[in-house]
C-alpha cells in the first residue's frame, strides 16, 4: 500500500462527468472575464494627464487638435476654464466631420452613442423639430460620472433650419423646445444623470441653443453640476424666463447674426433672451488666420458687425417690430401675401439646407419674394450672391471661426 496516492478512476462516465465539469467551471471563468472586460469600458477610462486628440472638423475632412484632460472638471469656474471651453470647440466642431463618436473614445469616454430623436430615419419638410446627439460616460469617483453630451447644429436630413425658424406662440422658442425635450427624455432613460455627477453639454448653432436649454434644465432639478459651453447660440426663450447663471457659457461671434435672433430684448416686443453668461468676440488676425488653415480657404469672409445689425433691423422691420408680425403675412404694404415666417423657412431656410433638392428651391423663393417688397429684397441682397448663400454669412457663423477663437485664447 502506497501512502499519500489517490487510486486513479477508471470509471469512464466519472472521467466524462470530470471533463465536462472543468470545460463549464472554463466557459465560467472566461465568460466572467469578457464580463468585467465589458463592465470596465463601459465605465469609461479616466484621463488624468493631458493628452491631444485629433478630431475631423468640417465635410473637407480638415482636421484639427486640442487637449483633454478630466482634472478640467476640477475647476469650478466654467467661464475661465479655457481647458474645457477649447475640448468643447472641438467636440462641437467634430459633429459636423462625422467624427464625434471617436472623439468621444478617444477622451476615454465608454458607453459612446449617436442619437438622432426624431421617429423616422431623418427629418422632413413637415418633420423637422429633431436633434443629433452624441453621448458618453465615464466614472471619475465610486459615486460620480462625467457624463458628455454633445449636440449637433445638424439633424438627420439637413432640414433643421426650418424648425431654427418655427417660433411658435409661447415663451419659449417651439422648434427648440420640442428637441429639447426628446434629448432630456432619452438622457434620463440611457444615463439618469444624478447626485454627484457631471453632466457636460456642448454644442453649436441650434446644438448651442439646446445646450442653453438642456443644461437650464438639469442646474434647475440641482441633481448634478453642469458644465455646458454653446457656441453660435440664437435666442431661445423671453428674456424673463432665462437666468443668468454661470455655469452656461455662450460663445457669440460679434458679425454672425444667429446669436441676435430672435431679436432681443432691445426691442420690447420682442425681449428673446439665452441663460447663462454670453462672451462676444471680435475676429483679429490670428483668428483669421486659424480659420483659413481650418477651411482651407483662401480668407475669412465674414459680416462686420454693422452689417449684422442691418440683418437684425430688416428682420425686426420684416415683421413690424412685433412677434406676432412673424406670422401676419404683409398685406399692409399690399406687395405680397408672404410672411416673414415663410420668407425664413421656404426661403433662407431652405437655401442653409445640406439638402440638393432644396437648396436650389430656397434662393428661388427668397428671390420671388424680394422682387415684391422692400424689407425681403434688402435681406436678400445681403444673403443671396451669384445665385447662392453669400460667404459671408456662413464664414460669419462656421463653427470654424469659433474653434478658431478657443484655439488663440
Not at 462527468?17 to 472586460?37: C, D, K, Q, Y
Not at 460663445?251 to 428673446?272: A, K, L, M, R, T
Not at 468676440?281 to 490670428?286: R, S, V
Request: hydrophobic share 35%; glycine share 8%; with cysteine.
Amino acid at each position: 500500500m502506497t501512502v499519500g496516492r489517490t487510486k486513479k478512476s477508471t470509471d469512464p462516465c466519472r472521467r466524462s462527468w470530470h471533463g465536462l465539469l472543468v470545460l463549464i467551471m472554463t466557459a465560467a471563468l472566461i465568460s466572467n472575464s469578457f464580463l468585467r472586460a465589458d463592465a470596465a469600458s463601459s465605465e469609461g477610462t479616466y484621463i488624468a494627464d493631458e493628452i491631444m486628440i485629433s478630431s475631423v472638423i468640417n465635410p473637407e475632412k480638415r482636421a484639427a487638435g486640442e487637449w483633454y484632460s478630466d482634472h478640467y472638471f476640477d475647476q469650478d469656474n466654467v467661464r475661465d476654464n479655457a481647458g474645457l471651453l477649447k475640448a468643447s470647440a472641438l467636440a462641437s466642431a467634430s459633429t459636423y466631420g462625422d467624427s464625434t463618436e471617436k472623439y468621444l473614445k478617444d477622451a476615454g469616454f465608454g458607453r459612446v452613442e449617436q442619437h438622432y430623436t426624431g421617429k423616422g430615419k431623418e427629418s422632413t419638410l413637415e418633420d423637422n423639430d429633431h436633434c443629433l446627439v452624441y453621448t458618453g460616460v465615464k466614472r471619475v469617483s465610486d459615486h460620480s460620472r462625467i457624463i458628455a453630451v454633445i449636440i449637433s447644429g445638424y439633424s438627420k436630413g439637413g432640414l433643421e433650419w426650418i424648425s431654427n425658424f418655427n417660433l411658435g406662440h409661447g415663451e419659449t422658442h417651439e422648434g427648440f423646445q420640442l428637441a429639447f425635450a426628446e434629448v432630456v427624455q432619452y438622457l434620463d432613460q440611457t444615463y439618469a444623470p444624478g447626485t454627484g455627477d457631471l453632466l457636460w453639454v456642448t454644442g453649436h448653432s441650434r446644438g448651442g441653443a439646446l445646450t442653453n436649454l438642456v443644461a437650464r434644465h438639469y442646474i434647475d432639478k440641482g441633481a448634478c453640476k453642469v458644465f455646458a459651453y454653446g457656441f453660435a447660440v440664437p435666442n431661445v426663450a423671453y428674456s424673463d424666463v432665462c437666468v443668468e447663471t454661470p455655469r452656461i457659457v455662450n460663445i457669440s461671434n460679434n458679425g454672425d447674426f444667429v446669436p441676435c435672433i430672435p431679436p432681443g430684448n432691445e426691442c420690447d416686443d420682442w425681449n428673446y433672451g439665452k441663460n447663462g453668461v454670453t462672451v462676444t468676440f471680435d475676429i483679429n488676425h490670428l483668428m483669421a488666420d486659424k480659420f483659413k488653415n481650418y477651411t482651407g480657404q483662401k480668407r475669412f469672409a465674414g459680416y462686420t458687425v454693422n452689417k449684422r445689425n442691418k440683418l437684425i433691423d430688416l428682420f425686426r422691420k420684416s415683421c413690424s417690430y412685433e412677434k406676432e408680425g412673424f406670422f401676419t403675412p404683409r398685406h399692409e404694404k399690399k406687395k405680397t401675401s408672404v410672411s416673414p415666417q415663410e420668407y425664413f423657412q421656404k426661403g433662407l431656410a431652405l437655401a442653409m439646407t445640406k439638402h440638393i433638392l432644396y437648396e436650389g428651391d430656397g434662393v428661388k423663393n427668397m428671390l420671388r419674394y424680394a422682387e415684391s417688397d422692400k424689407v425681403y429684397f434688402d435681406m436678400t441682397s445681403i444673403f443671396v450672391k451669384d445665385g447662392g448663400l453669400h460667404q459671408k454669412i456662413n464664414d460669419a457663423h462656421r463653427m470654424e471661426i469659433y474653434l478658431a477663437y478657443a484655439d488663440a485664447l
